[in-house]
Protein backbone atom coordinates (compact mmCIF):
# COMPACT_ATOMS: atom_id res chain seq x y z
CA UNK A 1 0.00 0.00 0.00
CA UNK A 2 2.78 2.12 1.21
CA UNK A 3 4.38 1.79 -1.94
CA UNK A 4 0.82 2.47 -4.13
CA UNK A 5 0.58 5.83 -2.60
CA UNK A 6 4.01 6.53 -3.62
CA UNK A 7 3.43 6.14 -6.96
CA UNK A 8 0.60 8.57 -6.79
CA UNK A 9 2.01 11.40 -5.09
CA UNK A 10 4.66 11.00 -8.10
CA UNK A 11 2.10 10.99 -10.54
CA UNK A 12 0.28 14.24 -9.28
CA UNK A 13 3.84 15.77 -8.86
CA UNK A 14 4.18 15.08 -12.62
CA UNK A 15 0.73 16.48 -13.41
CA UNK A 16 1.21 19.19 -11.77
CA UNK A 17 4.03 19.90 -13.07
CA UNK A 18 2.56 18.97 -16.88
CA UNK A 19 0.05 21.83 -16.12
CA UNK A 20 2.54 24.19 -15.05
CA UNK A 21 4.38 23.56 -18.41
CA UNK A 22 1.36 24.11 -20.52
CA UNK A 23 0.87 27.66 -18.95
CA UNK A 24 4.23 28.90 -18.77
CA UNK A 25 6.21 30.38 -21.43
CA UNK A 26 10.02 29.54 -20.95
CA UNK A 27 11.61 33.03 -19.28
CA UNK A 28 14.10 35.26 -20.76
CA UNK A 29 17.12 36.72 -19.01
CA UNK A 30 19.07 39.47 -20.55
CA UNK A 31 22.62 39.96 -20.11
CA UNK A 32 24.70 42.93 -21.73
CA UNK A 33 28.42 41.92 -21.27
CA UNK A 34 31.36 44.32 -22.49
CA UNK A 35 34.73 42.51 -23.23
CA UNK A 36 37.80 44.80 -22.43
CA UNK A 37 41.72 44.31 -21.38
CA UNK A 38 42.76 45.36 -18.23
CA UNK A 39 44.74 45.55 -16.04
CA UNK A 40 45.47 42.48 -13.06
CA UNK A 41 48.20 41.28 -11.00
CA UNK A 42 47.04 37.83 -9.89
CA UNK A 43 50.54 36.74 -9.45
CA UNK A 44 51.94 40.10 -7.96
CA UNK A 45 52.94 40.90 -11.52
CA UNK A 46 50.77 43.72 -13.60
CA UNK A 47 49.49 41.95 -16.94
CA UNK A 48 46.82 42.27 -19.71
CA UNK A 49 43.67 40.50 -18.67
CA UNK A 50 40.14 40.46 -20.54
CA UNK A 51 37.75 41.90 -18.24
CA UNK A 52 33.76 41.30 -18.81
CA UNK A 53 31.73 44.29 -17.27
CA UNK A 54 35.29 45.24 -15.51
CA UNK A 55 35.41 41.69 -13.86
CA UNK A 56 38.01 39.04 -13.50
CA UNK A 57 37.03 36.72 -13.56
CA UNK A 58 33.33 37.28 -15.49
CA UNK A 59 30.27 37.57 -13.67
CA UNK A 60 28.08 34.26 -12.62
CA UNK A 61 24.61 33.36 -15.11
CA UNK A 62 22.15 32.54 -12.57
CA UNK A 63 19.82 30.79 -14.46
CA UNK A 64 16.36 28.00 -14.05
CA UNK A 65 15.99 25.46 -16.18
CA UNK A 66 14.70 25.76 -19.82
CA UNK A 67 15.76 29.54 -18.98
CA UNK A 68 15.93 31.72 -22.30
CA UNK A 69 19.73 33.49 -22.19
CA UNK A 70 20.32 36.45 -24.02
CA UNK A 71 23.91 37.37 -23.97
CA UNK A 72 24.89 40.59 -25.85
CA UNK A 73 28.45 40.36 -25.89
CA UNK A 74 30.57 43.58 -27.20
CA UNK A 75 33.81 42.83 -28.49
CA UNK A 76 36.25 46.33 -27.70
CA UNK A 77 39.44 43.87 -27.62
CA UNK A 78 41.82 44.71 -30.71
CA UNK A 79 41.02 41.07 -31.44
CA UNK A 80 38.10 38.78 -32.97
CA UNK A 81 36.62 37.28 -29.29
CA UNK A 82 34.24 34.40 -29.21
CA UNK A 83 32.88 33.09 -25.73
CA UNK A 84 31.73 29.31 -25.22
CA UNK A 85 29.79 27.80 -22.91
CA UNK A 86 30.81 24.50 -21.11
CA UNK A 87 28.38 22.28 -20.96
CA UNK A 88 25.64 23.91 -22.28
CA UNK A 89 23.98 21.76 -24.63
CA UNK A 90 22.79 24.29 -27.25
CA UNK A 91 20.02 21.94 -28.13
CA UNK A 92 19.66 21.72 -31.77
CA UNK A 93 21.53 24.98 -31.73
CA UNK A 94 25.45 24.45 -32.24
CA UNK A 95 25.58 28.11 -34.29
CA UNK A 96 25.48 29.29 -30.64
CA UNK A 97 28.27 26.87 -29.45
CA UNK A 98 30.79 29.69 -29.12
CA UNK A 99 33.81 27.49 -30.88
CA UNK A 100 35.19 28.66 -34.35
CA UNK A 101 34.25 25.10 -36.39
CA UNK A 102 30.52 26.77 -35.31
CA UNK A 103 30.56 30.59 -36.10
CA UNK A 104 32.32 33.76 -37.22
CA UNK A 105 34.33 35.38 -34.61
CA UNK A 106 32.93 39.01 -33.26
CA UNK A 107 35.12 41.14 -34.75
CA UNK A 108 36.79 44.23 -32.23
CA UNK A 109 34.00 47.05 -31.92
CA UNK A 110 31.27 44.73 -32.66
CA UNK A 111 28.69 42.93 -31.17
CA UNK A 112 26.88 39.69 -31.58
CA UNK A 113 23.71 38.15 -28.90
CA UNK A 114 24.03 35.05 -28.39
CA UNK A 115 20.42 33.25 -27.81
CA UNK A 116 20.90 30.18 -26.00
CA UNK A 117 18.15 28.00 -23.91
CA UNK A 118 19.56 25.88 -21.29
CA UNK A 119 16.82 23.29 -22.48
CA UNK A 120 16.41 20.36 -20.31
CA UNK A 121 19.39 21.54 -17.95
CA UNK A 122 20.40 21.97 -14.13
CA UNK A 123 24.00 22.10 -13.03
CA UNK A 124 27.13 23.74 -12.68
CA UNK A 125 28.82 25.00 -15.73
CA UNK A 126 31.33 27.78 -16.70
CA UNK A 127 31.61 29.82 -19.75
CA UNK A 128 34.95 30.71 -20.94
CA UNK A 129 36.75 32.91 -24.12
CA UNK A 130 37.77 29.80 -27.20
CA UNK A 131 39.72 31.72 -29.73
CA UNK A 132 43.83 31.59 -29.45
CA UNK A 133 44.74 32.05 -25.72
CA UNK A 134 42.26 34.61 -24.71
CA UNK A 135 41.55 31.98 -21.90
CA UNK A 136 44.77 32.45 -20.55
CA UNK A 137 44.19 35.72 -19.60
CA UNK A 138 40.63 35.59 -18.04
CA UNK A 139 36.98 35.77 -19.90
CA UNK A 140 35.45 33.02 -18.04
CA UNK A 141 32.81 32.84 -15.32
CA UNK A 142 30.76 30.62 -13.51
CA UNK A 143 26.64 29.74 -14.95
CA UNK A 144 24.63 27.71 -12.63
CA UNK A 145 21.38 26.32 -13.42
CA UNK A 146 18.90 25.67 -10.86
CA UNK A 147 15.72 23.28 -10.64
CA UNK A 148 12.08 24.28 -11.56
CA UNK A 149 9.91 24.98 -8.60
CA UNK A 150 8.04 21.59 -8.37
CA UNK A 151 10.97 19.49 -8.93
CA UNK A 152 12.59 18.29 -5.97
CA UNK A 153 16.28 18.33 -5.21
CA UNK A 154 18.09 15.35 -3.32
CA UNK A 155 19.47 17.80 -0.79
CA UNK A 156 18.11 20.29 1.87
CA UNK A 157 18.54 24.23 0.04
CA UNK A 158 22.27 24.95 0.83
CA UNK A 159 22.44 28.84 3.34
CA UNK A 160 24.57 30.02 0.19
CA UNK A 161 26.15 28.68 -3.13
CA UNK A 162 29.63 29.94 -4.06
CA UNK A 163 31.07 29.68 -7.16
CA UNK A 164 35.06 28.68 -7.50
CA UNK A 165 37.31 29.02 -10.23
CA UNK A 166 40.10 27.65 -9.89
CA UNK A 167 43.03 27.13 -12.37
CA UNK A 168 46.58 27.29 -12.86
CA UNK A 169 48.28 30.68 -14.43
CA UNK A 170 50.54 32.37 -16.33
CA UNK A 171 52.37 35.81 -15.81
CA UNK A 172 52.75 35.72 -19.53
CA UNK A 173 50.65 37.78 -21.88
CA UNK A 174 47.95 35.82 -23.31
CA UNK A 175 49.41 36.87 -27.01
CA UNK A 176 53.04 35.70 -26.36
CA UNK A 177 51.86 32.04 -24.77
CA UNK A 178 49.71 32.04 -28.19
CA UNK A 179 53.30 32.97 -30.46
CA UNK A 180 55.06 30.46 -28.04
CA UNK A 181 53.34 27.97 -30.05
CA UNK A 182 52.96 29.39 -32.77
CA UNK A 183 56.49 29.12 -33.36
CA UNK A 184 56.76 25.24 -32.70
CA UNK A 185 57.31 25.28 -29.07
CA UNK A 186 55.88 23.78 -25.97
CA UNK A 187 54.61 25.54 -22.64
CA UNK A 188 56.38 25.77 -19.62
CA UNK A 189 54.95 24.30 -16.20
CA UNK A 190 52.47 27.67 -15.31
CA UNK A 191 53.41 29.70 -12.42
CA UNK A 192 50.92 29.11 -10.28
CA UNK A 193 47.40 28.39 -9.41
CA UNK A 194 44.06 30.92 -8.96
CA UNK A 195 41.19 30.74 -6.81
CA UNK A 196 38.75 33.16 -8.40
CA UNK A 197 41.17 35.03 -10.14
CA UNK A 198 43.57 35.41 -6.54
CA UNK A 199 46.61 33.42 -5.76
CA UNK A 200 46.06 34.78 -1.89
CA UNK A 201 42.81 35.64 -0.02
CA UNK A 202 40.14 34.18 -1.25
CA UNK A 203 37.61 33.93 1.28
CA UNK A 204 34.50 31.77 1.69
CA UNK A 205 32.69 33.25 4.71
CA UNK A 206 30.83 30.77 6.78
CA UNK A 207 28.38 30.89 9.62
CA UNK A 208 28.73 27.99 12.40
CA UNK A 209 26.22 25.14 11.69
CA UNK A 210 25.15 26.30 8.34
CA UNK A 211 25.92 23.86 5.17
CA UNK A 212 27.33 25.92 1.73
CA UNK A 213 27.31 24.24 -2.06
CA UNK A 214 30.46 25.01 -3.05
CA UNK A 215 30.69 24.82 -7.48
CA UNK A 216 34.16 23.94 -8.51
CA UNK A 217 35.34 24.05 -12.13
CA UNK A 218 38.66 23.93 -13.33
CA UNK A 219 39.29 26.74 -15.97
CA UNK A 220 42.85 26.64 -16.07
CA UNK A 221 45.04 25.32 -18.82
CA UNK A 222 46.80 22.36 -18.23
CA UNK A 223 47.06 20.96 -14.83
CA UNK A 224 44.58 18.32 -13.17
CA UNK A 225 43.89 20.39 -9.80
CA UNK A 226 43.35 18.66 -6.28
CA UNK A 227 40.53 21.03 -3.69
CA UNK A 228 40.55 20.54 0.09
CA UNK A 229 39.62 22.46 3.27
CA UNK A 230 41.60 21.45 6.42
CA UNK A 231 39.49 19.64 8.75
CA UNK A 232 36.56 19.49 6.49
CA UNK A 233 35.11 16.90 4.25
CA UNK A 234 33.07 17.41 1.18
CA UNK A 235 29.62 15.60 0.32
CA UNK A 236 29.86 15.34 -3.59
CA UNK A 237 25.92 16.09 -5.23
CA UNK A 238 26.37 16.87 -8.51
CA UNK A 239 28.53 16.88 -11.51
CA UNK A 240 28.22 18.36 -14.61
CA UNK A 241 24.27 18.45 -14.57
CA UNK A 242 23.81 15.18 -12.75
CA UNK A 243 23.11 14.15 -9.59
CA UNK A 244 25.05 12.23 -8.07
CA UNK A 245 25.55 9.21 -5.05
CA UNK A 246 26.13 11.71 -1.93
CA UNK A 247 29.93 10.18 -1.02
CA UNK A 248 31.93 12.20 1.14
CA UNK A 249 35.54 12.82 0.02
CA UNK A 250 38.32 14.95 2.28
CA UNK A 251 39.51 16.10 -1.36
CA UNK A 252 38.24 16.14 -4.70
CA UNK A 253 40.14 15.62 -8.02
CA UNK A 254 38.94 18.49 -10.61
CA UNK A 255 40.86 18.37 -14.17
CA UNK A 256 40.76 20.55 -16.61
CA UNK A 257 37.52 21.52 -17.69
CA UNK A 258 35.36 20.02 -14.88
CA UNK A 259 32.80 21.26 -12.73
CA UNK A 260 31.54 19.23 -9.53
CA UNK A 261 28.92 20.64 -6.66
CA UNK A 262 29.91 19.49 -2.99
CA UNK A 263 27.82 20.40 0.43
CA UNK A 264 30.16 21.59 3.36
CA UNK A 265 29.40 21.87 6.57
CA UNK A 266 30.12 24.72 9.33
CA UNK A 267 30.80 21.59 11.81
CA UNK A 268 34.24 22.93 13.39
CA UNK A 269 35.41 25.08 16.38
CA UNK A 270 34.44 28.73 15.25
CA UNK A 271 38.15 30.01 13.41
CA UNK A 272 40.06 30.43 9.84
CA UNK A 273 40.88 27.10 8.00
CA UNK A 274 42.89 26.82 4.62
CA UNK A 275 40.78 26.15 1.31
CA UNK A 276 43.92 24.55 -0.49
CA UNK A 277 44.16 23.72 -4.29
CA UNK A 278 47.12 22.07 -5.68
CA UNK A 279 48.62 20.96 -9.13
CA UNK A 280 47.82 16.46 -9.27
CA UNK A 281 50.58 14.60 -11.27
CA UNK A 282 53.09 16.83 -11.78
CA UNK A 283 56.61 16.96 -10.77
CA UNK A 284 56.57 20.53 -8.91
CA UNK A 285 53.28 20.86 -6.98
CA UNK A 286 52.39 24.08 -7.23
CA UNK A 287 49.70 25.14 -4.62
CA UNK A 288 47.47 27.71 -3.24
CA UNK A 289 45.34 28.56 -0.46
CA UNK A 290 42.58 30.64 0.37
CA UNK A 291 40.38 30.84 3.41
CA UNK A 292 37.39 29.39 4.99
CA UNK A 293 36.05 31.90 7.59
CA UNK A 294 33.50 31.21 10.29
CA UNK A 295 31.75 34.73 10.70
CA UNK A 296 32.82 34.24 14.81
CA UNK A 297 35.96 32.95 14.16
CA UNK A 298 37.92 33.55 17.17
CA UNK A 299 41.82 33.01 15.17
CA UNK A 300 43.66 32.93 11.93
CA UNK A 301 44.58 29.78 9.55
CA UNK A 302 47.00 27.50 11.29
CA UNK A 303 48.46 24.11 11.08
CA UNK A 304 50.15 22.56 8.48
CA UNK A 305 48.38 22.69 4.78
CA UNK A 306 46.67 19.73 4.21
CA UNK A 307 48.50 17.07 1.69
CA UNK A 308 47.17 16.29 -1.68
CA UNK A 309 46.80 12.89 -2.27
CA UNK A 310 50.05 11.33 -4.65
CA UNK A 311 49.04 8.06 -5.93
CA UNK A 312 47.25 7.23 -9.46
CA UNK A 313 44.99 4.51 -7.76
CA UNK A 314 43.29 6.95 -5.24
CA UNK A 315 42.06 9.05 -8.30
CA UNK A 316 40.90 5.78 -9.89
CA UNK A 317 39.34 5.19 -6.74
CA UNK A 318 37.43 8.45 -6.92
CA UNK A 319 36.65 8.33 -10.10
CA UNK A 320 34.93 5.01 -9.97
CA UNK A 321 33.04 6.15 -6.71
CA UNK A 322 31.36 8.83 -8.65
CA UNK A 323 27.98 7.60 -9.78
CA UNK A 324 24.76 8.97 -10.41
CA UNK A 325 21.52 8.63 -7.55
CA UNK A 326 18.65 6.56 -9.94
CA UNK A 327 16.06 7.99 -7.46
CA UNK A 328 16.85 11.83 -7.46
CA UNK A 329 15.04 13.72 -10.33
CA UNK A 330 17.01 15.65 -12.26
CA UNK A 331 15.70 18.39 -14.88
CA UNK A 332 12.35 16.88 -15.20
CA UNK A 333 10.36 14.90 -12.32
CA UNK A 334 11.27 11.61 -13.75
CA UNK A 335 14.27 10.17 -11.82
CA UNK A 336 17.55 10.15 -13.20
CA UNK A 337 17.66 6.32 -13.58
CA UNK A 338 14.41 6.07 -16.03
CA UNK A 339 16.60 6.07 -18.77
CA UNK A 340 17.97 2.18 -19.20
CA UNK A 341 21.38 3.26 -21.01
CA UNK A 342 22.89 0.32 -19.80
CA UNK A 343 20.42 -2.05 -22.53
CA UNK A 344 20.66 -0.25 -25.55
CA UNK A 345 22.66 -1.59 -28.17
CA UNK A 346 25.96 0.07 -29.25
CA UNK A 347 25.53 0.94 -33.07
CA UNK A 348 28.93 2.30 -33.87
CA UNK A 349 32.13 2.09 -31.62
CA UNK A 350 34.96 4.47 -31.93
CA UNK A 351 38.60 4.56 -30.48
CA UNK A 352 40.42 7.73 -30.14
CA UNK A 353 44.11 7.38 -29.63
CA UNK A 354 45.88 11.05 -28.72
CA UNK A 355 49.23 11.47 -30.64
CA UNK A 356 51.73 14.03 -30.68
CA UNK A 357 54.80 14.76 -33.41
CA UNK A 358 55.73 17.45 -35.61
CA UNK A 359 54.37 18.66 -38.72
CA UNK A 360 57.02 21.07 -40.66
CA UNK A 361 59.26 21.21 -37.73
CA UNK A 362 56.74 22.29 -35.08
CA UNK A 363 55.26 20.50 -32.07
CA UNK A 364 51.59 19.14 -33.20
CA UNK A 365 48.79 16.99 -31.21
CA UNK A 366 46.64 14.82 -33.23
CA UNK A 367 43.35 12.27 -32.35
CA UNK A 368 44.04 8.79 -34.59
CA UNK A 369 47.15 10.56 -36.17
CA UNK A 370 44.59 13.65 -37.21
CA UNK A 371 45.91 16.99 -36.28
CA UNK A 372 43.65 19.33 -36.42
CA UNK A 373 44.03 22.79 -38.81
CA UNK A 374 40.66 25.31 -38.60
CA UNK A 375 39.22 25.89 -42.08
CA UNK A 376 38.86 29.23 -43.63
CA UNK A 377 35.44 29.37 -42.76
CA UNK A 378 33.35 27.84 -39.80
CA UNK A 379 32.15 24.63 -40.89
CA UNK A 380 28.58 24.43 -39.17
CA UNK A 381 28.26 27.64 -42.09
CA UNK A 382 29.66 25.70 -44.37
CA UNK A 383 27.42 22.92 -43.55
CA UNK A 384 24.20 25.73 -44.00
CA UNK A 385 25.25 27.41 -47.18
CA UNK A 386 26.64 24.40 -48.87
CA UNK A 387 30.01 25.12 -49.78
CA UNK A 388 32.13 22.77 -51.27
CA UNK A 389 35.87 22.16 -50.75
CA UNK A 390 36.41 23.42 -47.45
CA UNK A 391 36.45 19.83 -44.89
CA UNK A 392 36.01 16.14 -46.06
CA UNK A 393 33.18 14.00 -43.36
CA UNK A 394 35.14 11.18 -42.61
CA UNK A 395 39.29 12.78 -42.64
CA UNK A 396 39.35 11.26 -39.31
CA UNK A 397 39.23 7.59 -38.68
CA UNK A 398 37.13 5.69 -36.34
CA UNK A 399 40.41 3.85 -34.88
CA UNK A 400 43.64 4.83 -33.81
CA UNK A 401 46.21 4.58 -36.97
CA UNK A 402 49.92 3.74 -36.72
CA UNK A 403 51.12 6.08 -39.17
CA UNK A 404 52.64 9.51 -38.87
CA UNK A 405 50.27 12.68 -37.66
CA UNK A 406 49.06 14.65 -40.30
CA UNK A 407 47.43 18.08 -40.71
CA UNK A 408 43.63 18.06 -42.05
CA UNK A 409 40.21 19.83 -40.82
CA UNK A 410 39.57 16.82 -39.14
CA UNK A 411 35.38 15.91 -38.95
CA UNK A 412 33.69 12.75 -38.14
CA UNK A 413 30.44 12.14 -39.43
CA UNK A 414 27.79 10.57 -37.35
CA UNK A 415 23.83 9.55 -37.32
CA UNK A 416 21.50 11.29 -35.50
CA UNK A 417 19.75 9.23 -32.84
CA UNK A 418 23.02 6.41 -33.33
CA UNK A 419 24.07 4.88 -30.02
CA UNK A 420 27.88 4.83 -29.60
CA UNK A 421 30.81 4.07 -27.92
CA UNK A 422 33.57 6.08 -27.40
CA UNK A 423 37.08 4.53 -26.19
CA UNK A 424 39.88 7.37 -25.11
CA UNK A 425 42.79 5.48 -25.59
CA UNK A 426 46.15 7.27 -23.66
CA UNK A 427 49.79 5.37 -23.47
CA UNK A 428 50.83 9.16 -22.45
CA UNK A 429 52.50 9.58 -19.18
CA UNK A 430 50.35 12.98 -18.37
CA UNK A 431 46.69 12.85 -17.78
CA UNK A 432 44.37 13.83 -20.45
CA UNK A 433 40.98 15.69 -20.62
CA UNK A 434 38.37 15.09 -23.01
CA UNK A 435 35.35 17.47 -23.73
CA UNK A 436 32.31 17.14 -26.13
CA UNK A 437 30.24 19.91 -27.17
CA UNK A 438 26.29 19.92 -27.39
CA UNK A 439 26.20 16.45 -25.03
CA UNK A 440 26.01 14.66 -22.12
CA UNK A 441 27.84 10.98 -22.22
CA UNK A 442 27.68 8.26 -19.68
CA UNK A 443 31.60 7.20 -18.11
CA UNK A 444 31.26 3.43 -18.48
CA UNK A 445 34.41 2.22 -17.69
CA UNK A 446 38.18 3.45 -16.84
CA UNK A 447 40.76 1.10 -16.42
CA UNK A 448 44.75 1.53 -16.38
CA UNK A 449 46.16 -0.31 -19.63
CA UNK A 450 44.77 -1.10 -23.04
CA UNK A 451 41.36 -1.58 -24.05
CA UNK A 452 40.37 -4.89 -25.55
CA UNK A 453 36.52 -5.50 -26.09
CA UNK A 454 36.86 -8.10 -23.34
CA UNK A 455 37.43 -4.94 -21.17
CA UNK A 456 33.37 -4.37 -21.77
CA UNK A 457 32.93 -6.69 -18.84
CA UNK A 458 33.99 -4.38 -16.29
CA UNK A 459 31.76 -1.51 -17.32
CA UNK A 460 29.57 -0.03 -15.48
CA UNK A 461 25.97 -0.47 -17.32
CA UNK A 462 24.15 0.26 -14.32
CA UNK A 463 24.79 4.14 -12.36
CA UNK A 464 27.27 5.87 -14.75
CA UNK A 465 27.56 9.10 -13.85
CA UNK A 466 26.32 11.42 -16.99
CA UNK A 467 28.88 14.00 -17.99
CA UNK A 468 30.37 16.08 -20.86
CA UNK A 469 34.12 16.26 -19.68
CA UNK A 470 36.47 13.24 -18.88
CA UNK A 471 39.84 12.42 -17.50
CA UNK A 472 41.72 9.57 -19.05
CA UNK A 473 45.18 8.53 -16.96
CA UNK A 474 47.99 7.49 -18.25
CA UNK A 475 48.78 4.83 -19.77
CA UNK A 476 45.01 4.34 -19.36
CA UNK A 477 41.68 4.32 -21.14
CA UNK A 478 37.89 6.07 -20.37
CA UNK A 479 34.89 4.30 -22.37
CA UNK A 480 31.93 6.79 -22.77
CA UNK A 481 28.39 6.02 -24.32
CA UNK A 482 26.56 8.78 -26.09
CA UNK A 483 23.27 8.79 -27.38
CA UNK A 484 23.33 11.24 -30.30
CA UNK A 485 20.03 12.95 -30.36
CA UNK A 486 21.47 16.72 -30.61
CA UNK A 487 22.20 17.64 -34.70
CA UNK A 488 25.37 19.82 -35.23
CA UNK A 489 28.62 20.37 -35.63
CA UNK A 490 30.12 19.76 -32.18
CA UNK A 491 33.33 19.93 -31.25
CA UNK A 492 35.12 17.16 -29.36
CA UNK A 493 38.66 18.27 -27.61
CA UNK A 494 41.49 18.10 -25.38
CA UNK A 495 40.62 20.74 -22.60
CA UNK A 496 44.52 20.64 -21.64
CA UNK A 497 44.63 24.20 -24.05
CA UNK A 498 48.07 23.81 -25.29
CA UNK A 499 47.44 20.57 -27.12
CA UNK A 500 43.61 21.71 -27.89
CA UNK A 501 45.43 24.52 -29.78
CA UNK A 502 48.09 22.69 -31.37
CA UNK A 503 45.33 20.08 -33.06
CA UNK A 504 44.00 17.39 -30.29
CA UNK A 505 40.43 18.16 -31.50
CA UNK A 506 37.89 17.39 -34.11
CA UNK A 507 34.46 18.06 -35.03
CA UNK A 508 31.36 15.07 -34.53
CA UNK A 509 28.98 16.51 -37.28
CA UNK A 510 25.84 14.38 -36.34
CA UNK A 511 23.81 14.23 -39.07
CA UNK A 512 20.46 13.67 -40.83
CA UNK A 513 19.08 14.35 -44.12
CA UNK A 514 15.93 15.72 -42.19
CA UNK A 515 15.65 19.55 -43.13
CA UNK A 516 12.61 19.98 -39.73
CA UNK A 517 12.90 21.90 -37.32
CA UNK A 518 12.71 19.49 -34.98
CA UNK A 519 15.61 18.04 -35.47
CA UNK A 520 17.38 21.80 -35.37
CA UNK A 521 16.85 24.99 -35.73
CA UNK A 522 17.68 27.70 -38.61
CA UNK A 523 20.73 30.11 -38.70
CA UNK A 524 20.02 32.69 -35.90
CA UNK A 525 19.03 36.09 -38.26
CA UNK A 526 21.84 37.58 -36.74
CA UNK A 527 24.52 35.61 -37.40
CA UNK A 528 27.60 37.16 -38.26
CA UNK A 529 29.33 36.29 -41.52
CA UNK A 530 32.65 35.88 -42.66
CA UNK A 531 35.37 33.67 -44.82
CA UNK A 532 33.44 31.84 -48.02
CA UNK A 533 30.17 32.61 -46.21
CA UNK A 534 30.36 36.42 -46.45
CA UNK A 535 28.18 37.67 -48.67
CA UNK A 536 30.87 38.82 -50.75
CA UNK A 537 31.55 35.14 -51.40
CA UNK A 538 28.09 33.52 -52.17
C1 LIG B 1 24.38 44.42 -31.31
O1 LIG B 1 23.69 45.12 -30.30
C2 LIG B 1 22.48 45.76 -30.73
C3 LIG B 1 21.89 46.51 -29.55
O2 LIG B 1 22.84 47.39 -29.02
C4 LIG B 1 21.51 44.73 -31.24
O3 LIG B 1 20.36 45.36 -31.74
C5 LIG B 1 22.17 43.92 -32.35
O4 LIG B 1 21.30 42.88 -32.75
C6 LIG B 1 23.46 43.32 -31.87
N1 LIG B 1 24.14 42.67 -32.97
C7 LIG B 1 24.17 41.35 -33.14
C8 LIG B 1 24.90 40.85 -34.35
O5 LIG B 1 23.68 40.54 -32.37
C1 LIG C 1 41.95 19.62 12.75
O1 LIG C 1 41.46 18.52 13.50
C2 LIG C 1 42.46 17.87 14.30
C3 LIG C 1 41.83 16.63 14.92
O2 LIG C 1 40.59 16.95 15.49
C4 LIG C 1 43.00 18.84 15.32
O3 LIG C 1 44.02 18.22 16.09
C5 LIG C 1 43.59 20.05 14.60
O4 LIG C 1 44.02 21.01 15.52
C6 LIG C 1 42.55 20.66 13.68
N1 LIG C 1 43.18 21.69 12.86
C7 LIG C 1 42.79 22.98 12.89
C8 LIG C 1 43.52 23.89 11.99
O5 LIG C 1 41.87 23.36 13.57
C1 LIG D 1 19.36 9.79 -3.84
O1 LIG D 1 18.35 10.75 -3.97
C2 LIG D 1 17.29 10.58 -3.06
C3 LIG D 1 16.23 11.60 -3.43
O2 LIG D 1 15.53 11.15 -4.55
C4 LIG D 1 17.78 10.78 -1.66
O3 LIG D 1 16.72 10.60 -0.76
C5 LIG D 1 18.87 9.77 -1.38
O4 LIG D 1 19.44 10.02 -0.12
C6 LIG D 1 19.96 9.85 -2.44
N1 LIG D 1 20.84 8.71 -2.25
C7 LIG D 1 22.18 8.81 -2.12
C8 LIG D 1 22.91 7.54 -1.88
O5 LIG D 1 22.79 9.85 -2.20
C1 LIG E 1 19.77 -5.56 -29.27
O1 LIG E 1 20.23 -6.54 -30.15
C2 LIG E 1 19.77 -7.84 -29.88
C3 LIG E 1 20.45 -8.84 -30.80
O2 LIG E 1 21.26 -8.24 -31.73
C4 LIG E 1 18.26 -7.88 -30.03
O3 LIG E 1 17.77 -9.15 -29.72
C5 LIG E 1 17.65 -6.87 -29.08
O4 LIG E 1 16.27 -6.80 -29.26
C6 LIG E 1 18.25 -5.48 -29.27
N1 LIG E 1 17.79 -4.62 -28.21
C7 LIG E 1 17.25 -3.43 -28.44
C8 LIG E 1 16.84 -2.65 -27.22
O5 LIG E 1 17.12 -2.95 -29.53
Known amino acids: MKVKSMNTRAMITTL ?42 GPDIISI ?115 QLDNGGKLPLPDGILINGRSSGATLNIEPGKTY ?21 MKLVEVEGRYTIQN ?23 KDYYVVVSSRFTSKILTTTGVLHYSNSVAPVSGPIPDGPIKLSWSFNQARAIRTNLTASGPRPNPQGSYRYGVINITRTIRLANNLGHIEGKQRYAVNSASFYPADTPLKLVDYFKIDGVYKPGSISDQPTNGAIFPTTSVMQADFRAFVEVIFENSEDIVQSWHLDGYSFYVVGMELGKWSPASRKVYNLNDAILRCT ?64 SSSHR
Not at 142 to 166: E, H, K, N, Q
Not at 214 to 232: A, C, D, K, T
Not at 470 to 499: F, K
Request: aromatic share 14%.
Open 16 to 57: LFLISLAFAEDPYRFFEWHVTYGNISPLGVAQQGILINGKFP
Open 65 to 179: TNDNLIINVFNHLDEPFLLSWNGIRNWKNSFQDGVYGTMCPIPPGKNYTYALQVKDQIGSFYYFPSLGFHKAAGGFGGIRISSRALIPVPFPTPADDYTLLVGDWYKTNHKDLKA
Open 213 to 233: RLRISNVGLQNSLNFRIQNHT
Open 248 to 270: LFSSLDVHVGQSYSVLITADQPA
Open 470 to 533: IQVYPRSWTAIYIALDNVGMWNMRSEIWERQYLGQQFYMRVYTTSTSLRDEYLIPKNALLCGRA
